[in-house]
């Protein structure tokens, strides 16, 4: 609720969207909250159109949960939307592991979506581009956490972990914070993405 009374348009996930379970019942309320596309038979919704723009959510298997096939499911989405009122403006979220994955998609995507943002890893990639038929990509988007972190959570435990292999409960680090961003110029006429800018803020 908080997040989007701050003014965000769509909220995407991943992996974790399961891990509280409270949020469930709140999947199938209309909510612009999506889950992965390509979980079979789940609460909730893989994409959506909000103001002209398509957003859609989908997770990679490399190294992941095995689920439906990414690609395919992309493909399905986008010939649903093809049927009836298909925007032409179209945002990925790939969250996934490898990134060799990630490429793959954003080429097997080119130039039917205007953008294939990748998420998962916590740390942001410099590889911003525009592919040769106009689809934005971006391996790693990062992530909005603390600086002093191993991908978020504090040194200690998961060093411990490292360490010794044991178990160990994870706690968010404190300390200075960074938003990982990125900007896109995307031309409303074509779907065709103009420019790509990386955004990161951090503050004490």
Not at 20 to 35: A, C, F, S, T
Not at 134 to 161: A, C, H, K, Y
Request: proline share 7%; hydrophobic share 40%; net charge negative.
């Amino acid at each position: 609720d908080e997040l989007l009374e701050s003014g965000i348009d769509v909220l995407t996930s991943g992996n974790h969207i399961w891990d509280q379970k409270e949020i469930i019942p709140y999947m199938d309320e209309g909510l612009p909250l999506l889950r992965p596309a390509n979980y079979p038979s789940s609460p909730g919704r893989g994409s959506l159109i909000k103001d002209n723009v398509m957003v859609v959510n989908l997770m990679g298997r490399v190294f992941m949960a095995p689920i439906d096939c990414p690609f395919k499911t992309a493909d399905a989405l986008l010939e649903e939307a093809r049927q009836s009122t298909m925007p032409k403006v179209i945002i990925v979220d790939f969250h996934a592991e490898a990134t060799s994955e990630k490429q793959g998609l954003g080429w097997y995507l080119d130039g039917r979506v205007s953008a294939v943002l990748g998420t998962h890893t916590h740390v942001g990639t410099v590889d911003a581009r525009i592919l040769p038929k106009g689809t934005g990509f971006l391996t790693d988007v990062g992530m909005t956490g603390p600086v002093n972190s191993v991908i978020g959570s504090d040194t200690g435990p998961v060093l411990e972990r490292f360490l010794t292999g044991m178990p160990q409960r994870l706690a968010v680090a404190s300390g200075p914070v960074t938003m990982n961003s990125v900007l896109i110029d995307v031309d409303p006429d074509t779907g065709r993405a103009l420019s790509m800018q990386r955004i990161d803020r951090t503050v004490d």
